[in-house]
């Protein structure tokens, strides 16, 4: 039977393979981009290598590969939502962080503790994902009031809390999400943090500028004790580098205000998405690895019989993890499709 060692080993090989064709055929995709006469076509495709080589590697264990994809996945998806251009420089920008992806694999090869520099690409993904000063038109929204709730195939009631001091701007976020979702507001960092130490949200909402503890003191906070949770920010007066800042510290999005709630209602949805996506992936990485063992157990019990009811247990509790993870593989791959 193959060990828990030998299984992570094979896991994490067969991800450095797959991922180096991810990243061919992700450049060959940008490479096009500059004789394209209409290149917006090819931004779903680019963006399902990112998400991929995200997803794929934080469930291989590495983690600062899977960070560092999910700064070029912002990158392409804020190109995908009109908030960014396609320009020249962001097409170098996205090869040379393929070009990292590609180096870093292969010290990875040798060595799976190896470490990468990536520090310098992502500033300039998280600069170049920063809005526009005049950002992009998007396309007409086609919804009569606010964008539709996520529905997961696991239902869940989206937790949001938001964190603004003004009265008039909190209520107005507090009213605008749909009725089934529990959203709770506050006026200081203090009252938040009291809150967020009883319970925990699927999603956080803050103004950068707030008495007392500041917005970014509020998610460092956050930070330490919930490392995934979806952060976005909301100000009325904030320079270009105090965006790239908070991106940095892993905001999902910034809105600066006055803002239209219909597009921050749709934001949240995309980070809810996002943050019930990497669990779906966590999840599945999880039970496969706990079914490949309860699968190589079960074999090694099938010339004896009868069975013992401790191993009938272990096969019920095999068919049901089989059951979770078909559940689960449907789920994930329907986000992977609406991303």
Same mark, same amino acid.
């Given at each position: 039977m193959i060990s828990d060692a030998e299984f992570e080993k094979q896991l994490k090989q067969d991800f450095l393979v797959e991922a180096d064709e991810i990243i061919q055929n992700f450049e060959n995709v940008l490479l096009k981009l500059e004789s394209d006469a209409d290149p917006s076509h090819h931004m779903n495709e680019m963006f399902r290598y990112a998400h991929s080589l995200k997803g794929s590697g934080l469930a291989a264990g590495f983690s600062s590969y899977g960070t560092f994809a999910h700064k070029l996945e912002n990158l392409l998806d804020a190109i995908r939502a009109g908030k960014v251009a396609i320009s020249k420089s962001n097409t170098d920008l996205m090869l040379a962080a393929l070009d990292a992806l590609r180096s870093y694999g292969k010290e990875l090869e040798s060595n799976f503790a190896?470490?990468?520099?990536?520090?310098?690409?992502?500033?300039?993904?998280?600069?170049?994902?920063?809005?526009?000063?005049?950002?992009?038109?998007?396309?007409?929204?086609?919804?009569? /009031?606010?964008? %539709?709730?996520?529905?997961?195939? *696991?239902?869940?009631? =989206?937790?949001?809390?938001?964190? !603004?001091?003004? +009265?008039?701007?909190?209520?107005?976020?507090?009213?605008?999400?749909?009725?089934?979702?529990?959203?709770?507001?506050?006026?200081?960092?203090?009252?938040?943090?009291?809150?967020?130490? /009883?319970?925990? %949200?699927?999603?956080?909402?803050? *103004?950068?500028?707030? =008495?007392?503890?500041?917005?970014? !003191?509020?998610? +460092?906070?956050?930070?330490?004790?919930?490392?995934?949770?979806?952060?976005?920010?909301?100000?009325?007066?904030?320079?270009?580098?105090?965006?790239?800042?908070?991106?940095?510290?892993?905001?999902?999005?910034?809105?600066?205000k006055p803002f239209n709630m219909r597009d921050l209602t749709h934001s949240c949805v995309l980070a809810l998405r996002d943050w019930m996506y990497f669990h779906t992936i966590e999840e599945v990485s999880i039970l496969a690895f706990r079914t490949f063992m309860s699968f190589n157990a079960i074999v090694d019990l099938l010339p004896t019989a009868p069975l013992s009811e401790q191993d009938a247990q272990k096969i019920r509790v095999f068919e049901q993890d089989l059951t979770r993870i078909g559940a689960l593989c449907t789920r994930a791959g329907k986000f992977a499709t609406e991303a």
């Open positions: 190896a470490t990468h520099d990536f520090i310098d690409l992502e500033k300039q993904l998280i600069l170049a994902t920063a809005p526009l000063s005049k950002p992009i038109p998007p396309p007409p929204i086609q919804v009569s /009031k606010i964008r %539709p709730t996520p529905q997961f195939e *696991d239902t869940i009631t =989206p937790k949001v809390f938001v964190l !603004e001091d003004d +009265e008039s701007t909190r209520e107005m976020i507090l009213e605008g999400f749909p009725e089934d979702w529990k959203i709770e507001g506050f006026e200081s960092g203090e009252t938040f943090i009291e809150r967020f130490k /009883k319970d925990q %949200p699927h999603l956080i909402i803050t *103004d950068l500028k707030l =008495p007392g503890m500041s917005g970014r !003191e509020v998610i +460092e906070y956050v930070r330490a004790s919930s490392p995934k949770t979806p952060v976005i920010f909301i100000s009325g007066y904030a320079e270009r580098a105090d965006i790239v800042k908070f991106l940095a510290l892993g905001a999902f999005a910034f809105f600066e």
